[in-house]
Nanobody
Framework: QVQLVESGGGFVQAGGSLRLSCAAS????????LGWFRQAPGKERDFVAG????????GYADSQKGRFTISRDNAKNTVYLQMNSLKPDGTDVYYC?????????????????WGQGTQVTVSS
C-alpha cells in the first residue's frame, strides 16, 4: 500500500520560512517524480513545484520562483519543500504527490499518488 505523509506545516508570519516534508512508503521511490501542490477551499489544486527522478530536473510555479526549493532524498524516501519569504497568499493546504514518470509534471493527472495534505497559514 502506497502512503505519502506530509509534515512541517503550521503558522508563520509573513516573511518567515517553513520546510515541508513528505515521507513515502510502499513504492520504488527513486523511480517516481514528485510534486507539491496547494489548494484553498473551493478552489483548484495548483502546481507549486516538481522534481524528476535524479533531482536534475526541477520546476516551479512562477509565483514561487526564487522563494521555494524542492529537493529529494532517495535514501530516506522523502521529498522536501523549503519555503522562504512566505506571503499571506501562501495560506493553503499543501499536498505532495508521486508520479510514475521520469520527469515531473505540472498537472494533477501527471501524478498517481497523493498525500493527505498539511495546512500552511501565513499571517500578515
Amino acid at each position: 500500500q502506497v502512503q505519502l505523509v506530509e509534515s512541517g506545516g503550521g503558522f508563520v508570519q509573513a516573511g518567515g520560512s517553513l520546510r515541508l516534508s513528505c515521507a513515502a512508503s510502499g513504492l520504488a521511490f527513486f523511480r517516481y517524480s514528485l510534486g507539491w501542490f496547494r489548494q484553498a477551499p473551493g478552489k483548484e489544486r495548483d502546481f507549486v513545484a516538481g522534481i524528476g527522478w535524479n533531482s536534475g530536473s526541477t520546476g516551479y510555479a512562477d509565483s514561487q520562483k526564487g522563494r521555494f526549493t524542492i529537493s529529494r532524498d532517495n535514501a530516506k524516501n522523502t521529498v522536501y519543500l523549503q519555503m522562504n519569504s512566505l506571503k499571506p497568499d501562501g495560506t493553503d493546504v499543501y499536498y505532495c504527490a508521486a508520479g510514475a514518470t521520469f520527469s515531473y509534471g505540472r498537472r494533477r493527472d501527471d501524478y498517481n499518488y497523493w498525500g493527505q495534505g498539511t495546512q500552511v497559514t501565513v499571517s500578515s
